[in-house]
Protein backbone atom coordinates (compact mmCIF):
# COMPACT_ATOMS: atom_id res chain seq x y z
CA UNK A 1 0.00 0.00 0.00
CA UNK A 2 1.82 3.24 -1.02
CA UNK A 3 -0.93 4.90 -2.74
CA UNK A 4 -2.73 6.96 0.07
CA UNK A 5 -6.16 8.31 -1.12
CA UNK A 6 -7.04 11.94 0.10
CA UNK A 7 -10.60 13.55 0.65
CA UNK A 8 -11.58 14.74 -3.12
CA UNK A 9 -15.31 15.50 -1.31
CA UNK A 10 -16.48 16.52 2.18
CA UNK A 11 -20.41 16.42 1.96
CA UNK A 12 -22.46 18.15 4.48
CA UNK A 13 -25.90 15.90 4.62
CA UNK A 14 -28.87 17.88 3.85
CA UNK A 15 -32.54 17.55 5.43
CA UNK A 16 -35.05 16.44 2.87
CA UNK A 17 -38.43 15.11 3.10
CA UNK A 18 -39.28 11.88 1.40
CA UNK A 19 -42.44 9.37 1.71
CA UNK A 20 -45.60 11.11 3.72
CA UNK A 21 -43.07 13.89 4.79
CA UNK A 22 -40.69 11.72 6.58
CA UNK A 23 -37.31 13.97 7.61
CA UNK A 24 -33.79 12.24 7.06
CA UNK A 25 -30.66 13.44 6.26
CA UNK A 26 -29.62 13.21 2.58
CA UNK A 27 -25.45 12.84 1.44
CA UNK A 28 -26.79 12.38 -2.21
CA UNK A 29 -29.14 11.33 -4.05
CA UNK A 30 -29.25 9.79 -7.94
CA UNK A 31 -28.23 12.77 -10.80
CA UNK A 32 -27.29 12.04 -14.06
CA UNK A 33 -23.50 13.74 -13.17
CA UNK A 34 -23.34 10.08 -11.72
CA UNK A 35 -20.42 11.23 -9.03
CA UNK A 36 -20.65 8.43 -7.10
CA UNK A 37 -21.13 5.44 -9.72
CA UNK A 38 -22.15 2.56 -8.54
CA UNK A 39 -23.68 4.30 -5.79
CA UNK A 40 -27.14 6.52 -6.06
CA UNK A 41 -28.53 7.74 -2.90
CA UNK A 42 -27.12 7.72 0.74
CA UNK A 43 -29.65 8.57 3.42
CA UNK A 44 -29.44 8.25 7.04
CA UNK A 45 -33.27 8.46 8.82
CA UNK A 46 -32.64 9.93 12.47
CA UNK A 47 -35.81 10.58 14.07
CA UNK A 48 -34.64 10.68 17.41
CA UNK A 49 -37.00 14.00 18.38
CA UNK A 50 -40.01 12.66 20.11
CA UNK A 51 -41.69 16.12 19.50
CA UNK A 52 -41.99 15.16 15.80
CA UNK A 53 -45.24 13.39 16.78
CA UNK A 54 -47.03 10.72 14.90
CA UNK A 55 -44.45 8.54 12.55
CA UNK A 56 -45.25 8.55 8.68
CA UNK A 57 -43.09 6.51 6.78
CA UNK A 58 -43.03 5.64 2.75
CA UNK A 59 -46.31 4.28 2.01
CA UNK A 60 -46.51 1.89 -1.39
CA UNK A 61 -44.14 3.55 -4.03
CA UNK A 62 -42.68 1.54 -7.26
CA UNK A 63 -39.05 1.39 -8.18
CA UNK A 64 -37.20 -0.17 -11.21
CA UNK A 65 -33.84 -0.33 -12.17
CA UNK A 66 -32.08 -0.12 -8.75
CA UNK A 67 -30.84 -2.31 -6.12
CA UNK A 68 -31.54 -0.87 -2.44
CA UNK A 69 -29.86 -1.78 0.85
CA UNK A 70 -31.74 -0.62 4.29
CA UNK A 71 -29.29 -1.38 7.48
CA UNK A 72 -31.64 -0.74 10.69
CA UNK A 73 -29.32 0.49 13.93
CA UNK A 74 -32.18 1.20 16.48
CA UNK A 75 -35.83 1.09 15.97
CA UNK A 76 -37.41 -1.04 13.12
CA UNK A 77 -38.63 -0.62 9.86
CA UNK A 78 -41.65 -2.84 8.34
CA UNK A 79 -42.04 -3.61 4.91
CA UNK A 80 -44.38 -5.39 2.34
CA UNK A 81 -44.06 -5.57 -1.03
CA UNK A 82 -45.35 -6.81 -4.71
CA UNK A 83 -43.53 -9.79 -4.71
CA UNK A 84 -45.19 -11.39 -1.61
CA UNK A 85 -42.70 -10.30 0.93
CA UNK A 86 -43.68 -9.06 4.62
CA UNK A 87 -41.75 -8.52 7.67
CA UNK A 88 -39.86 -6.33 10.06
CA UNK A 89 -36.05 -5.16 9.84
CA UNK A 90 -34.67 -4.57 13.17
CA UNK A 91 -31.79 -3.35 15.07
CA UNK A 92 -28.62 -4.72 13.23
CA UNK A 93 -30.87 -6.58 10.60
CA UNK A 94 -30.49 -5.34 6.57
CA UNK A 95 -32.48 -5.92 3.96
CA UNK A 96 -31.84 -5.91 0.23
CA UNK A 97 -33.65 -5.64 -2.80
CA UNK A 98 -33.41 -5.51 -6.22
CA UNK A 99 -36.31 -4.04 -7.80
CA UNK A 100 -34.92 -5.41 -11.66
CA UNK A 101 -38.25 -4.06 -13.86
CA UNK A 102 -40.64 -3.14 -11.29
CA UNK A 103 -41.26 -3.64 -7.63
CA UNK A 104 -44.25 -1.97 -5.45
CA UNK A 105 -43.69 -1.82 -1.67
CA UNK A 106 -44.57 -0.27 1.71
CA UNK A 107 -41.57 0.98 4.33
CA UNK A 108 -42.87 2.15 7.44
CA UNK A 109 -40.22 2.80 9.97
CA UNK A 110 -40.85 2.02 14.10
CA UNK A 111 -39.40 3.64 17.38
CA UNK A 112 -37.87 0.99 19.38
CA UNK A 113 -37.39 0.74 23.22
CA UNK A 114 -34.92 4.10 23.15
CA UNK A 115 -37.46 5.78 21.18
CA UNK A 116 -35.57 6.44 18.56
CA UNK A 117 -35.34 5.38 14.56
CA UNK A 118 -31.52 5.26 13.43
CA UNK A 119 -30.73 3.78 10.22
CA UNK A 120 -29.51 3.89 6.53
CA UNK A 121 -30.79 2.96 3.29
CA UNK A 122 -27.98 2.98 0.40
CA UNK A 123 -28.79 2.82 -3.34
CA UNK A 124 -26.76 0.66 -5.67
CA UNK A 125 -27.04 0.58 -8.99
CA UNK A 126 -28.16 -1.89 -11.84
CA UNK A 127 -26.05 -2.36 -15.11
CA UNK A 128 -28.25 -1.45 -17.96
CA UNK A 129 -28.44 -5.36 -18.87
CA UNK A 130 -29.91 -6.17 -15.76
CA UNK A 131 -32.35 -2.95 -15.42
CA UNK A 132 -35.07 -5.31 -16.50
CA UNK A 133 -34.24 -8.63 -14.36
CA UNK A 134 -36.75 -9.80 -12.15
CA UNK A 135 -36.80 -8.30 -9.14
CA UNK A 136 -35.45 -10.30 -5.59
CA UNK A 137 -35.14 -9.42 -2.34
CA UNK A 138 -33.05 -10.83 1.02
CA UNK A 139 -33.84 -10.24 4.70
CA UNK A 140 -30.00 -10.83 6.46
CA UNK A 141 -30.59 -10.81 10.48
CA UNK A 142 -28.08 -9.02 12.76
CA UNK A 143 -27.19 -12.41 14.11
CA UNK A 144 -25.88 -13.51 10.46
CA UNK A 145 -23.64 -10.26 9.74
CA UNK A 146 -19.89 -11.14 10.88
CA UNK A 147 -18.36 -8.83 13.57
CA UNK A 148 -15.22 -8.99 14.47
CA UNK A 149 -13.00 -6.78 16.79
CA UNK A 150 -9.21 -6.63 16.44
CA UNK A 151 -6.72 -4.04 18.22
CA UNK A 152 -9.16 -1.71 19.26
CA UNK A 153 -11.22 -2.16 15.45
CA UNK A 154 -14.80 -3.72 15.55
CA UNK A 155 -16.26 -3.92 12.36
CA UNK A 156 -19.24 -5.56 10.73
CA UNK A 157 -19.47 -6.67 7.27
CA UNK A 158 -22.65 -6.63 5.77
CA UNK A 159 -21.28 -6.74 1.79
CA UNK A 160 -18.68 -7.94 0.24
CA UNK A 161 -15.17 -9.44 1.95
CA UNK A 162 -12.85 -7.69 4.35
CA UNK A 163 -9.46 -9.49 5.60
CA UNK A 164 -11.01 -12.89 4.56
CA UNK A 165 -14.84 -12.32 6.14
CA UNK A 166 -17.51 -12.08 3.55
CA UNK A 167 -20.81 -10.54 4.73
CA UNK A 168 -24.12 -11.90 4.36
CA UNK A 169 -25.83 -9.73 1.40
CA UNK A 170 -23.75 -11.36 -1.60
CA UNK A 171 -25.88 -11.02 -4.72
CA UNK A 172 -25.66 -7.36 -5.66
CA UNK A 173 -24.42 -6.52 -9.16
CA UNK A 174 -21.86 -3.73 -8.18
CA UNK A 175 -20.39 -6.36 -6.01
CA UNK A 176 -19.80 -3.35 -3.27
CA UNK A 177 -18.18 -3.82 0.13
CA UNK A 178 -20.43 -2.05 2.70
CA UNK A 179 -19.48 -2.43 6.20
CA UNK A 180 -20.10 -0.70 9.73
CA UNK A 181 -16.50 0.28 11.29
CA UNK A 182 -15.80 1.55 14.76
CA UNK A 183 -12.66 2.31 16.12
CA UNK A 184 -11.76 3.41 19.64
CA UNK A 185 -9.56 6.38 20.97
CA UNK A 186 -6.09 5.95 20.22
CA UNK A 187 -6.21 3.81 17.07
CA UNK A 188 -4.34 4.25 13.95
CA UNK A 189 -5.85 1.79 10.83
CA UNK A 190 -5.12 1.47 7.33
CA UNK A 191 -7.09 -0.17 4.83
CA UNK A 192 -6.43 -1.22 1.47
CA UNK A 193 -9.04 -0.37 -1.30
CA UNK A 194 -8.72 -1.43 -5.05
CA UNK A 195 -7.68 1.28 -7.27
CA UNK A 196 -10.04 1.71 -9.78
CA UNK A 197 -13.08 1.58 -7.00
CA UNK A 198 -15.30 4.31 -5.73
CA UNK A 199 -14.92 5.02 -2.22
CA UNK A 200 -16.68 6.75 -0.05
CA UNK A 201 -17.82 6.71 3.47
CA UNK A 202 -20.59 8.04 6.05
CA UNK A 203 -19.26 9.07 9.52
CA UNK A 204 -21.99 9.29 11.99
CA UNK A 205 -20.67 9.15 15.52
CA UNK A 206 -17.83 10.57 16.86
CA UNK A 207 -14.51 12.41 15.11
CA UNK A 208 -11.16 10.56 13.32
CA UNK A 209 -8.62 12.20 11.38
CA UNK A 210 -9.39 10.37 7.59
CA UNK A 211 -6.58 10.66 5.25
CA UNK A 212 -5.25 13.48 7.11
CA UNK A 213 -7.79 15.50 7.54
CA UNK A 214 -9.78 15.54 11.18
CA UNK A 215 -13.79 14.98 9.88
CA UNK A 216 -16.73 15.45 12.78
CA UNK A 217 -20.16 13.79 12.38
CA UNK A 218 -21.96 14.05 10.48
CA UNK A 219 -20.29 13.90 7.46
CA UNK A 220 -20.43 11.74 3.97
CA UNK A 221 -16.66 11.69 2.51
CA UNK A 222 -15.71 10.78 -0.96
CA UNK A 223 -12.22 9.82 -1.49
CA UNK A 224 -9.79 10.64 -4.27
CA UNK A 225 -7.36 7.55 -6.40
CA UNK A 226 -5.62 5.50 -4.52
CA UNK A 227 -5.24 1.70 -2.88
CA UNK A 228 -5.35 2.34 0.75
CA UNK A 229 -7.09 5.08 3.30
CA UNK A 230 -6.17 5.76 6.74
CA UNK A 231 -7.88 6.80 9.75
CA UNK A 232 -6.98 7.89 13.02
CA UNK A 233 -9.04 8.55 16.40
CA UNK A 234 -7.43 10.54 19.32
CA UNK A 235 -9.46 11.56 22.01
CA UNK A 236 -12.64 9.84 20.66
CA UNK A 237 -14.29 7.11 19.38
CA UNK A 238 -15.55 7.33 15.38
CA UNK A 239 -18.10 4.86 13.60
CA UNK A 240 -18.51 5.22 9.56
CA UNK A 241 -20.15 3.24 7.45
CA UNK A 242 -17.29 2.33 4.82
CA UNK A 243 -18.48 1.98 0.87
CA UNK A 244 -16.46 0.56 -2.04
CA UNK A 245 -17.12 -0.03 -5.26
CA UNK A 246 -16.33 -0.69 -9.27
CA UNK A 247 -17.92 1.86 -11.17
CA UNK A 248 -20.36 0.61 -14.14
CA UNK A 249 -19.79 3.80 -16.27
CA UNK A 250 -23.11 4.26 -17.85
CA UNK A 251 -25.26 6.83 -18.56
CA UNK A 252 -27.77 7.11 -16.24
CA UNK A 253 -31.17 8.92 -16.40
CA UNK A 254 -32.87 8.94 -12.54
CA UNK A 255 -36.86 9.98 -12.16
CA UNK A 256 -38.14 9.57 -8.73
CA UNK A 257 -37.97 6.20 -7.62
CA UNK A 258 -36.22 5.09 -11.26
CA UNK A 259 -33.20 4.83 -12.51
CA UNK A 260 -33.04 3.83 -16.36
CA UNK A 261 -30.20 4.05 -18.74
CA UNK A 262 -32.02 6.56 -21.21
CA UNK A 263 -34.89 9.17 -21.00
CA UNK A 264 -37.44 6.78 -23.50
CA UNK A 265 -36.44 4.21 -20.73
CA UNK A 266 -38.14 6.31 -18.20
CA UNK A 267 -40.70 7.15 -20.42
CA UNK A 268 -41.95 3.24 -20.81
CA UNK A 269 -41.59 2.97 -17.22
CA UNK A 270 -44.50 6.00 -16.48
CA UNK A 271 -46.74 4.57 -19.78
CA UNK A 272 -46.57 1.02 -17.74
CA UNK A 273 -46.94 2.69 -14.35
CA UNK A 274 -50.38 4.46 -15.84
CA UNK A 275 -51.82 1.85 -17.68
CA UNK A 276 -51.13 -0.76 -15.25
CA UNK A 277 -48.52 -3.35 -16.77
CA UNK A 278 -45.52 -2.00 -14.25
CA UNK A 279 -45.87 -5.36 -12.43
CA UNK A 280 -45.08 -7.99 -14.57
CA UNK A 281 -46.35 -11.50 -13.82
CA UNK A 282 -43.74 -13.58 -12.53
FE1 LIG B 1 -38.48 2.29 -1.47
Known amino acids: MKNLRTISQTIEPQTAIEGAGVRLLRSFGPKTSNLYDPFLLFDHFAFNDPLEGPLRGF ?10 VTYM ?3 STAHRDSIGNEGLIGPGDVQWMSSGRGIMHEEMPRRGESGNIYGFQLWVNLPSHLKM ?3 RYQEVTSSTIPTYEKDGVKIRVVAGTADNITGPVTDISGSPLYMDVELAPGIDWQFPIPEEHTLIT ?3 QGEGVFSGQTIDSPKMLKFADGDHITVK ?3 N ?3 FMLIAGAPFREPIVPYGPFVMNTIEEIQQTLKELRNGTFIKEI
Open 202 to 204: YIF
Open 237 to 239: PVR
Open 133 to 135: SEP
Open 233 to 235: TEN
Open 59 to 68: PYHPHRGIET
Open 73 to 75: LEG
